[in-house]
């Protein structure tokens, strides 16, 4: 149970970091931001740099509550979640590789006393060898409390953190790059044609193949036998910021699928400078008919066996008598 809960502990950290049109990373008791600058105006770290060299900069932690809080503070990579391909950076138990391992606060452990702020120097020193592109990253303020929680029928260990966004570029050749991969259909069409309203999950894998954050659109068209539109738009559950190397799978609903055509699905993604497609093909039949078409192939498969097989014993017979 002991491990159990250190385990969990672990999962179950919680980061706010707030989307690009938010003004800092808070959650109402402490924030996290660039120093030098009022709460909210500027929420996030940009910089550019160049292999091997080095740069310092301050961040601020803030306590909005009546009582001292005491935070782990320490850099960490990011990452898109494979749940919405939201923006999530790694917890302090996992290995950095990025830019989280290239950052070093002066201090990892800071007190904030109520209703006041504690600003920290930190370094962030790029490997002679790092890959040009986007590093994305943060400064993540953890809370050092541990709160109950459940999993399940399990009690675990929760605790909260607070991070800035630290987008970091190393100079270099900046090559964007998208693939749509493993497109898949899963139709639900009724047993009975016109009886309900048929269905399909378009499934696929977004994959930011290049070193630049992408920020991509995709277009969904499915066409029918003969050309026909059957379905275009533009998705809205595409994340904002697909970064460096992350791949996600995301899925549309499709209302109102054909029950009874053949056609293809398309999926467009686009982002600056890059344009890419996958498909896949679908035969739409209701269910009864398929089953009717199935029974009827089989019967008439075994008649024209049994046919050849009187025709083969006939002409067996007569060759025979002869």
């Known amino acids: 149970m002991r491990r159990l809960y250190v385990l969990l502990l672990s999962v179950l950290l919680l980061l706010l970091v707030p989307a690009p049109h938010a003004q800092a990373a808070e959650n109402g008791e402490w924030a996290v931001y660039p120093a030098a600058a009022r709460l909210g105006s500027r929420p996030y770290f940009f910089l550019t740099a160049d292999p091997g060299s080095t740069h310092t900069d301050r961040v601020t932690v803030a306590n909005k509550t009546a009582a001292p809080l005491t935070f782990r503070l320490y850099g960490a990579d990011a990452y898109n ?4 391909g939201g ?7 996992e290995r950095q590789t990025g830019a989280g391992a290239w950052i070093t606060p002066e201090r990892t452990r ?15 020193t790029v490997p002679a060898d790092a890959d040009p592109g986007d590093h994305p990253g943060a400064l993540v ?9 459940t999993r399940g029928s399990v009690a675990v260990g929760v605790q909260r953190a607070v991070a800035a966004r630290l987008y970091l570029r190393v100079s270099g050749p900046a090559v964007p790059a998208l693939a749509v991969e493993d497109v898949t259909l899963d139709q639900d069409r009724p047993l009975v044609p016109g009886t309900r309203t048929s269905s399909a999950v378009v499934s696929y894998t977004l994959h930011n193949r290049g070193n630049v954050t992408l920020s991509p659109k995709v277009a969904l068209r499915a066409e029918g036998l003969f050309g026909r539109t059957l379905l275009a738009r533009d998705l809205a559950k595409v994340p904002a910021e697909l970064l460096p190397r992350q791949k996600i799978r995301l899925t ?14 398309t999926l467009t993604a ?4 890059v344009r890419e497609t996958g498909a896949v093909s679908f035969l ?32 067996a017979d007569t060759y025979g008598g002869t």
């Open 141 to 149: 303020a953890l809370d050092e409390r541990v709160g109950a929680g």
């Open 110 to 124: 800071i007190t904030v006393p109520p209703r006041s702020a504690v600003t920290v120097p930190y370094t962030l």
């Open 270 to 273: 686009t982002a600056k400078g």
């Open 81 to 84: 979640t494979d749940r919405d």
């Open 252 to 265: 549309e609903r499709w209302t109102g699928s054909p029950q009874f055509d053949w056609g293809d699905v």
């Open 87 to 93: 923006f999530a950076v790694r917890t302090q138990r």
């Open 284 to 315: 739409a039949l209701p269910w009864l008919a398929a089953a009717t078409l199935l029974v009827g192939g089989a019967a008439g498969l075994s008649g024209l066996r049994i046919r050849r097989r009187r025709a083969a014993r006939t002409a």
